[in-house]
């Protein structure tokens, strides 16, 4: 274990071999039921409290982008299912968009409105998802994991008949949408949505008063706005420190202008405020699909114009942003003329969000540690790339 | 007209004798009770998790219980992309775990590196350091796929004789119960892979 | 939100040291770029920042780009040849004939919800000169994505508070997304079941003794 | 035959004879180690054990480990478990007390209430001492 901590242990230089005195050092490693994936953390524990984390990444580092650079666009696209492996659509949606800014695409109205739906319900099943596996580490095994997941799965039916696949969908092109709504999603969809509504005010009877889930998340990882603007940190957990920058509200991409929904704010920037954050999100995003799914114009789903074989966008760079599930997913794209990339990069939430991981759990117990990891949401194939 | 055993054996089954055999019931105790070890890498790891949910029940199979800890683990599901950085500890995972201990290679990254093998950090497949009892294509494999494939390993175990030459691994003293770990070197792992358990599939030249 | 000029203006009147160009951008995003010296590069990073009209809080992203070729990547005309991109060598500040390393920074405002300012670091060449300021002490966020391009790009940060490799383990040499770096083990040259095995690829230039170091290490080729 | 022979061989009244203890204790006793040792007679038969440098190694989250798991922690903990050890024996000693209760002389109340106090002048010390505030 010393191994890991070959940068200087300024606070602790009386740190030496095998844990002499008080310090104990811990790898909460690659193999840990905390870790939501390969991420491990080098811990320095006094007793029970953390005086020292480092995160070391690279466990799930599959070379996505150096594979991207050596095949064409459009061969990416189901590459971007497996970043962040949770959100497939919202993945091909910035791939997509950002390609459509560095060529000049343009897409059609109802490949809009279906690229929305088909976003907002992976926030949704994000977010149960998220909620369950919070609740999961907070020590309530399974039980809510297992009502996430039910739900999850009507979600994952209704990708499935319109994609053919659960999780990876692969389904945006670069100006508009692989293929239109097969006859009947529409209903089900809306049936979905209603049953989703339903069940979040029962999931919320549940959990949002509960005094165990107050007494471990309400105070414990307490991130500050300043803090976490200047860290980069977006989405949910940006919110939740009362900064108010989502960047639906902020780019207006897509057709988001035209639906009215409410940003919601914490003001604590504390776990308690994550966890709540997101359950508000799912409120919204249903309001969005009720909306969206209600008058979804008719009309092609892919720009007549656009060509898929032999697709070579001009020479430039574009840098092309939505908001994910986790925060503000990004590609940047440099063309020179061929039909592969000369550089792709993808801006990952979820790395960017662990910045301030040490600050949140300095001082604190061990098990808060665990919380605070599991409210951050990250994912391993994106975090690593 | 001879009778063979499992003819015998159905009809006093029907009348209501069961007759078994110490191997049959050992066989039939671990098969049904394999508790995998909670190992998720990638994506495969969240059809793992799928699959033992409500809806796909891994409990039928009596596996639902993943077990954090090697030591209390008889299954490795390697579910996801082994990278080279992490073929270490998987080998060493492996060699933590009790015998009589199997290995299920989910999904198309475990098996052969699937869609991200040109990658100069991917391991490419998980059977170059460890001997794979059951393979899963697919990327990710749909959850029945796993419950298939729980139902494949169930009749391997059930399969496997308690004495004689035929028996597996774990009751034969001979046979290793580790194997080495692999290290990170300059450029790749060292040894690119274990010779006592990976042999490159030779190429069928016709003619 | 000013136009490019107007920041390039108010840049040099602020640091009149300042060596600011804009970058043109043949796409039709039109998100044109700041090539910045590299002496001042983290006082204009400070200056973007805490200016109060331009309130530049939040760095998004930070690329790493490698440049084979000396010349810049936008408004150069690829003549379309078959041996793949060759390009005119166009002015700009990769004086030494042996291209550079870049970061590009993307820069948002979140107190004035506006869009991206793309900033241009680069090196003076790929093999002895690859040290950039890093702008970690400016904005928070480049601290793991500066750490990432040093693991992979291998462009030094001078400044960075704990500058180890993000991705790779530690004993790892060469930067692998360089574009001459050479897998060391091609999986190509696996035989295959079905029919012949394509030959080996053929070792480009470069690491071409990387190919034969660790060819002999590899028991099966 | 000696009385505490002809109680011990009384089965006729079986009163106050210990065979069924016995019996008792030898029963629980096969219950309990006759799966152990038809565990240790499989393990000899049938699988052979295979320790090995990894597998004996303290398990790290896959990490090679350079330390035995067993190393040095804070000594407020060792102080606690002492602590909680010493009241809960006393617990024990308080059962008899509770069962002849109503039947007892003031003087056995008195060594009893004497016997606790000692414990309750313990605790004093160590709350004194500051030992119970966990920093």
């Not at chain 3, 379309?80 to 060759?86: D, E, H, N, Q, T």
């Not at chain 3, 040499?173 to 079941?193: H, I, K, N, S």
């Amino acid at each position: 274990m010393s191994a890991i901590l070959e940068t200087p242990v300024r606070a602790f230089e009386s740190v030496s071999g095998a844990g002499a005195g008080e310090m104990l050092e811990l790898a909460i490693g690659p193999h840990h039921p905390s870790t939501h994936g390969v991420f491990r953390m080098d811990v320095v524990l006094d007793g029970e409290r953390v005086r020292r984390l480092k995160p070391v990444f690279g466990y799930l580092h599959r070379n996505h982008e150096k594979i991207a650079e050596g095949q064409s666009y459009l061969s990416s696209m189901p590459y971007t299912d497996r970043l962040d492996y949770f959100c497939s659509l919202t993945n091909n949606w910035a791939y997509a968009l950002t390609v459509e800014k560095l060529a000049g695409l343009q897409v059609p109205e109802r490949a809009e409105y279906i690229r929305v739906i088909t976003a907002e319900l992976t926030r949704v099943q994000n977010h149960l998802c998220l909620i369950g596996f919070l609740l999961q580490d907070m020590g309530a095994s399974g039980t809510p994991l297992m009502y996430a997941f039910r739900e999850r799965e009507k979600i994952l039916d209704l990708f499935e008949s319109l994609t053919g696949a659960r999780m990876m969908c692969n389904y945006m092109r670069f100006g508009g949408c692989r293929v239109d709504l097969p006859t009947g999603w529409m209903e089900e969809a809306q049936q979905v949505v209603q049953g989703l509504t339903r069940f979040l005010d029962e999931f919320e009877a549940l959990l949002t008063g509960n005094e165990i889930l107050m007494a471990r998340t309400m105070h414990i990882g307490v991130l500050s706005s300043a803090a976490a603007v200047n860290a980069g940190v977006t989405g949910p957990m940006l919110r939740a420190s009362g900064v108010n920058y989502d960047v639906r509200k902020v780019d207006r991409y897509g057709v988001y202008d035209r639906f009215d929904f409410r940003i919601p704010l914490g003001d604590h920037g504390d776990t308690y405020d994550r966890y709540l954050i997101r359950v508000l999100e799912m409120r919204e995003s249903l309001k969005i699909l009720r909306v969206a799914l209600r008058d979804l114009p008719e009309g092609p789903v892919m720009d007549p114009k656009a060509r898929l074989r032999g697709f070579r966008p001009k020479a430039g760079e574009a840098y092309g942003r939505i908001e994910a599930p986790k925060g503000e997913l990004g590609f940047h794209l440099i063309s020179d003329g061929s039909p592969n990339p000369f550089r792709y990069r993808v801006r990952p939430p979820s790395l960017m969000n662990l910045t301030v991981l040490e600050e949140m759990c300095m001082g604190r117990m061990l098990a808060d540690v665990v919380v605070i990891l599991g409210s951050v949401d990250i994912v391993l194939g994106e975090v690593d790339r | 007209m001879e009778v063979t055993d499992q003819e015998l054996k159905i009809d006093l089954q029907k009348q209501g004798v069961l007759m078994t055999s110490l191997n049959e019931l050992y066989n039939w105790g671990r098969k049904n009770s394999v508790w995998p070890l909670q190992f998720g890498l990638a994506c495969c790891a969240i059809e793992m998790i799928a699959a033992s949910m409500a809806r796909y029940d891994l409990a039928r199979f009596g596996a639902e219980v993943f077990r954090p800890s090697p030591r209390q683990a008889d299954l490795m599901i390697v579910a996801g992309t082994v990278t080279k950085k992490m073929a270490p500890q998987v080998v060493r995972l492996y060699n933590q775990m009790a015998e009589p201990k199997y290995v299920i290679a989910m999904g198309a990254c475990a098996i052969s590196g699937g869609p991200f093998k040109q990658g100069y950090n991917v391991l490419k497949g998980i059977d170059r350091y460890l001997p794979v009892d059951v393979h899963i294509p697919g990327c990710p494999p749909r959850p029945e796929a796993l419950l298939h494939a729980f139902m494949t390993l169930q009749n391997k175990i059930a399969s496997q004789p308690l004495t004689g030459p035929a028996r597996p691994r774990h009751l034969r003293a001979g046979a290793p119960s580790e194997f080495s770990v692999p290290q990170c070197g300059p450029h790749g792992l060292v040894p690119p892979s274990n010779p006592a358990v990976w042999r490159p599939p030779t190429a069928a030249q016709a003619g | 939100m000013e136009t490019l000029e107007e920041i390039c203006f108010r840049i040099k009147t602020a640091l009149p040291a300042a060596r600011v160009e804009i970058i043109p951008n043949a796409s039709p995003c039109g998100q044109r770029s700041l090539l910045l010296g590299r002496e001042q590069g983290l006082a204009v990073a400070t200056f973007l920042r805490d200016d109060p009209q331009l309130r530049l809080d939040y760095c998004s992203n930070v690329t790493g780009v490698d440049r084979l070729e000396p010349s810049l990547p936008q408004g150069f005309v690829q003549s379309p040849s078959s041996a793949g991109l060759k390009k005119e060598a166009g002015e700009g500040l990769g004086e030494s004939g042996t291209g550079c390393l870049e970061a590009v920074y993307h820069l948002f405002s979140m107190a004035h919800k506006n869009g991206p300012v793309v900033l241009r670091l680069r090196t003076e060449n790929r093999l002895a000169a690859v040290r950039l300021p890093s702008l970690t002490p400016v904005w928070r966020s480049c601290e793991f994505q500066e750490r990432e391009i040093f693991d992979l790009f291998g462009i030094v940060f001078d400044g960075h508070p704990d500058l180890r490799r993000l991705l790779m383990w530690e004993g790892f040499q060469g930067f692998p997304m360089r574009r001459d770096y050479l897998v060391a083990d091609d999986f190509e040259c696996e035989p295959t079941p079905h029919g012949d095995v394509p030959k080996r690829m053929s070792p480009r230039q470069g690491c071409a003794e990387v190919i034969q170091k660790t060819a002999t290490a590899d028991p099966r080729v | 035959m000696r009385a505490s022979d002809e109680a011990f061989f009384n089965f006729e009244t079986g009163v106050n004879t210990y065979l069924p203890v016995l019996v008792l204790f030898l029963c629980a006793a096969g219950f309990a180690l006759a799966p152990l040792g038809l565990a240790w007679l499989w393990a000899k038969r049938f699988s052979p054990t295979k320790p090995g440098p990894d597998k004996n190694a303290t398990y790290e989250c896959g990490l090679q480990s350079k330390w035995d798991a067993r190393i040095q922690f804070k000594s407020g903990y060792y102080i606690y478990a002492i602590l909680f050890l010493i009241f809960d024996v006393e617990t024990v000693f308080m059962l008899p007390f509770a069962v002849v209760f109503h039947r007892l002389s003031v003087g056995g109340c008195l060594a009893m209430l004497f016997f606790l106090f000692l414990f309750l002048e313990g605790l004093l010390w160590a709350w004194k001492k500051g030992v119970l505030t966990w920093k």
